[in-house]
């Protein structure tokens, strides 16, 4: 009698949308199946496990994993996930004594029954699917075949085992790899756990490699695996379609396939796009749009500061010698690793300072030497990466709270508040202490790219005080701002910050417009305005700020002046833009004129649209 199928697979709580689909697939070909889910993740009460189709597994289950906590601070949110899988099917085999384990990726979908697994599985321990089955050309497009030798010959998006003691030796191997050695790090010959599996077929018997091309259809195989209609599906190459992996895939972009190739053009492939469209669909009916702004539990020390790729490195490459400081995401303690990665980025600071200001001391000599130049400009850029304590990351964990909806972080200096805030800043920011890349470059006066109310929250962090006339600026973060929506501030205390700054040597901002600019000066500004209603403040915070929070409680009323001026500002700034993608198109040489007028009049009135951003 054969034994029952089941189910697996891993994500942070922001992929359940995802996962709901691949559910919502599995048990519509396999009804009396299990699945779980291992949550990488901490709920926070985002939602009700209870609700779901799925069992949900807590991480802490996992008691075979040696150090959990260590694990989720070496690795990052990709590399953890993966690291996971072999501890993860090893402890569905011991604890709930499953037969037969299928795991997925939450982001496949299920399109036909698997039951050539389960009748491999019979036979088989361990079944997996090659990312390609015929060659790809030898240029400069992704996927190529160099890739794939980097990252992985199988594609770990899908692999079947059997309960058997060839498939635990197999899992006691591969988790044994990944504790330490699960990098997503292809120079170094590790690709998280997808390229260990390169070895498995030598190493171990009963490994069936599935060229069935139904199977783990992706960007990847899409030069082979040739997509059709019939009255019972889809086929490919003749044969139904079992699962689609939708690797890298884009709602808002869904022409680009995936976000990780550049080979293949939708246009090419019509009969792929209503399926790119269908899973498009279930993706929002499941709430995707409202889910995957959820926040990574991992992503940040206890305090609030955000935990760069650069401590994690640093603590991955201290290999056993990180045990002595306990547990990793912990400050408040002597000799903890934010204590001494704090140290770290102290002493590189001090040294990198004095090479870079020597390098702008004599920059007209470094200009005459591209290789000085281009090391200067590498130092500059590392002593960003490391000196990674930003303003923001001090009040994220109190101010976090009233971040709900969408909406900008202005001067955010590759650090926003939250992942999925609209980043504003000079198109090349003065200050810069992250690697979040910036969305709108421009003038923080005037956010001429949104309409009146349309975002549900405005968050500045010492940014405020470089303006003069701060009535002007805050009302014009009010008039983008709907009303119920939050004003979120953390601005320094200038009398304090100067003396702060005297004291500890640290740099003084001389943008700074305002002397005697502190909580009460704003405050006073906002009721001037008299559209919002105070719901948080503190009036000195981490050494020299404050942080204010206002509700805004009424719309906001322009005088007419105001109003031409905004318009007036939009408008030019609109022609500016249009204009120099004209000129730019008109300077082209790759488009061909049949009536020069006709064409070039087609081409401004396409360019041109409304010169007004509409009312609402």
Partial sequence: MKGKLYFCTIATKNYLAHIRVLVNSLLSHHPDTTIFWLLVDKIDDYFDPSKEKMEVIDLSLLKNVPNITQMCFKYNVLELST????????????VHKLEKLIYLDPDIFVMAPLDEIDDLLETFSIILTPHITKALPLDDLFPNELAILQTGTFNLGFIATASNKETLSFLSWWKNRLWHFGLSNPTRAMFVDQKWMDLAPSLFNKVYILKDPGYNVAYWNLHERHLSFSENGIIVNNKPL?????????????????RYQNRFKLVDFPQLKPLLQMYKDLLIK?????????????????????IPDKARKIYWKMGNKVDKFGNPFETGKKDSFFEYYTKYCRSKSTFLKKIIDIGREHKKLIEKFPALRKLL???????????????????????KKY??????DIGYGGDPIVDWAITIDLPTPYTKVGNHPLNLGGDARNLYWFRDEVLDFVYSSHLLEDFENTKEVLKEWLRVLKVGGHLILYCPVEQVYREHCKKTGQPYNYAHKIEHFDMEYVKNVLDEIGV???????PLVDDY?????????????????????????????????????????????????TSPLRTIKSVIRKLLGPLFPSSK
Avoid: M
């Fill in 242 to 258: 079992k699962f689609f992996h939708f690797s890298g895939f884009d709602p808002i972009r869904i022409d680009s396939i995936s």
């Fill in 545 to 593: 700020s404050f942080e204010l929070v206002a509700k805004k409680v009424k719309p906001l009323v322009l005088s007419l002046d105001e109003k031409y001026n905004y318009e007036i500002f939009t408008l030019r700034k609109a022609l500016a833009e249009k204009q120099a993608k004209i000129d730019a198109l008109l300077a082209s040489t790759s488009w061909k004129i």
């Fill in 403 to 408: 971040i709900r909806g969408y909406g900008v």
């Fill in 532 to 538: 919002t209603e105070i719901v948080h403040s503190n």
């Fill in 286 to 306: 499941n709430g995707y749009d409202e889910i995957i702004k959820w926040p990574y539990s991992y992503s940040y020390f206890d305090n609030g500061i955000r």
């Fill in 377 to 399: 400009n590498y130092l500059t850029s590392y002593l960003k990466e490391t000196n990674y304590v930003s303003e923001t990351s001090k009040c994220r964990g109190r101010l």
């Fill in 83 to 94: 690291a996971l899988k072999p501890y993860f099917l090893e402890y569905l085999f011991e």
